[in-house]
């Protein structure tokens, strides 16, 4: 078993920007990948960003150059740095573990929680 606690979500201007912080517990963190979703109301759940156990990376289009994926493996924790925020981020973030990495969020087998981001306009 993997547990996923997301934090850092809030509400910000348009143009801002938030961190997103998953701590994980449980298995060996550093043989998992880690991914971010997110789900605005009335919409699927919606892929953002994965990063893989050896650091390699893929984002959606609509975050690419305003998103950064990172983790630390001593820490056990996955990060999601959001810069220039648009009224169209807002939706709550999930992050996600799963051996090898995919953009489709049902063959994921551990989530967080999820935490609220708000942008206004």
């Known amino acids: 078993q993997v547990q996923l606690v997301e934090s850092g979500g809030g509400l910000v201007q348009a143009g801002g920007s938030l961190r997103l912080s998953c701590a994980a517990s449980g298995r060996t963190f550093s043989n998992y990948d880690m991914a971010w979703f997110r789900q605005a109301p009335g919409k699927e759940r919606e892929f953002v960003a994965y990063?893989?156990?050896?650091?390699?990376?893929d984002y959606v289009d609509s975050v690419k150059g305003r998103f950064t994926i990172s983790r630390d493996n001593a820490k056990s924790a996955v990060y999601l740095q959001m810069n220039m925020l648009k009224p169209e981020d807002t939706a709550v973030y999930y992050c996600?573990?799963?051996?090898?990495?995919?953009?489709?969020?049902?063959?994921?087998?551990?989530w967080g929680q999820g935490t609220q981001v708000t942008v206004s306009s």
């Open positions: 990063i893989r156990s050896g650091g390699s990376t």
């Open positions: 996600a573990a799963r051996l090898f990495a995919s953009r489709d969020y049902g063959t994921y087998n551990y």
